[in-house]
């Protein structure tokens, strides 16, 4: 009864075996095209790195926002991302650890990563030029301020 049910003949089981491997090819080849900013993400959850700053999470994921004067919790931790109920602010891990350090983008993917063990790719990045940029943004007079003083 159970022999007619399985079929254990070599074509059978050969295409049993392809189609495991043909799976485990396309979660390979789905892990390789992540890059560092999703792997980071992977890693290290909103949760683990509230937990991290010593923030107190109560049973439904709620805490009291560190980003404004808060009483009660009102800023929910999901696995992915954070909403405060409060303020309006939001994101995923990267955000969170940037507004808690006040840290730009690629620092606080470096943190992340160090904190998880993971070893970042060295690809050369600059942010002097993003430094500039905002250096200009803040020191350049702005058009008005050329009008006045002719």
Known sequence: MLADVLDFSVESVFLRIFRQMKKSSRKIKEVMQMNI???????????????????????????????????????KLNEDYF??????????????????????YMEAVKQLADRAGMALPEDGYDDTLAKKRTCLLYTSPSPRDRSVSR
């Open 83 to 104: 909403y405060c109920f409060g303020c309006g602010v939001g994101g995923d891990v990267i955000t969170f650890v940037r507004r808690m350090e006040n840290l730009d």
């Open 37 to 75: 900013f999703e792997t980071v993400k992977a890693a290290v959850t909103v949760r683990q790195a509230a937990e991290h700053y010593g923030l107190k999470i109560n049973r439904s994921g709620m805490i009291c926002c560190p980003f404004h004067d808060d009483r009660h919790p009102s800023l």
